[in-house]
Antibody, heavy 121, light 107 residues
Framework: QLQLQESGPGLVKPSGTLSLTCTVS??????????WGWIRQPPGKRLEWIGS???????HDNPSLKSRVTLSIDTSKNHFSLKMTSVTAADTAIYFC??????????????WGQGTLVTVS | DVLMTQSPSSLSASVGDRVTITCRAS??????LNWYQQKPGKAPKLLIH???SLQSGIPLRFSGSGSGTYFTLTINNLQPEDFATYHC?????????FGQGTRLEIK
């Protein structure tokens, strides 16, 4: 059974760097049919897609965050990571990692981590 | 960016009811529309992908339809576990975008 688990600091200082890792279990992260992504949910706001990365390291980024976001993947450890620089209070949110099925006409997030709250203060 | 607008933002219904939630896209997204269910403190769960395909393991009382800019999610015979927030999401154009959510409450 596929499981995704986010980990990282829950509190980041303004202007600092947010760093999260998503560890995948129950499947290999090196599956060509999937991207591995990050989505966040600020308090009381809609879900926002941050970006996705394939096992080859190819990334799809949200242009509104691209200048501050770095995605990386480590297939040997079966995990992928998010770094976001120059954070402000507006980056306070629950951060979810998710598997994105991207095959043929299919493109959706079919499995999610439980989410982790990151507060910028 | 494609703006996704759901209506209503919230609704009340009773167990056994049939409800429909709509999602409109500001641009044509063809059938690249997904629906998720989210319960408080939990991650979203994929219900419907490509507008009308039921994700594996999801009960048949959930159905989706639409294409282009107008989509609906219908839940027949509401069950207690269906009271949650529902989100639509387009995967046609980057950046992927979500609706603001529809909160379904027990009447």
């Amino acid at each position: 059974q596929l499981q995704l688990q986010e980990s990282g600091p829950g509190l980041v200082k303004p202007s600092g760097t947010l760093s999260l890792t998503c560890t995948v279990s129950g499947d290999s992260i090196s599956n060509a049919n999937y991207y591995w992504g990050w989505i966040r949910q600020p308090p009381g706001k809609r879900l926002e897609w941050i970006g996705s990365i394939s096992y080859t390291g190819k990334t799809h980024d949200n242009p509104s965050l691209k200048s501050r976001v770095t995605l990386s993947i480590d297939t040997s450890k079966n995990h992928f990571s998010l770094k976001m620089t120059s954070v402000t209070a507006a980056d306070t949110a629950i951060y979810f990692c998710a598997r994105r099925e991207d095959y043929g006409d299919l493109d959706h997030f079919d499995s999610w981590g439980q989410g982790t709250l990151v507060t910028v203060s | 960016d494609v703006l996704m607008t759901q209506s209503p933002s919230s609704l009340s219904a009773s167990v056994g009811d049939r409800v429909t939630i709509t999602c409109r896209a500001s641009h044509n997204v063809r059938n690249n529309l997904n629906w998720y269910q989210q319960k408080p403190g939990k991650a979203p769960k994929l219900l419907i992908h490509t507008a009308s395909s039921l994700q594996s393991g999801i009960p048949l009382r959930f159905s989706g339809s639409g294409s282009g800019t107008y989509f609906t999610l219908t839940i027949n015979n509401l069950q207690p576990e269906d009271f949650a927030t529902y989100h639509c999401q387009q995967s046609y154009d980057s950046p992927y975008t979500f609706g603001q959510g529809t909160r379904l409450e027990i009447k």
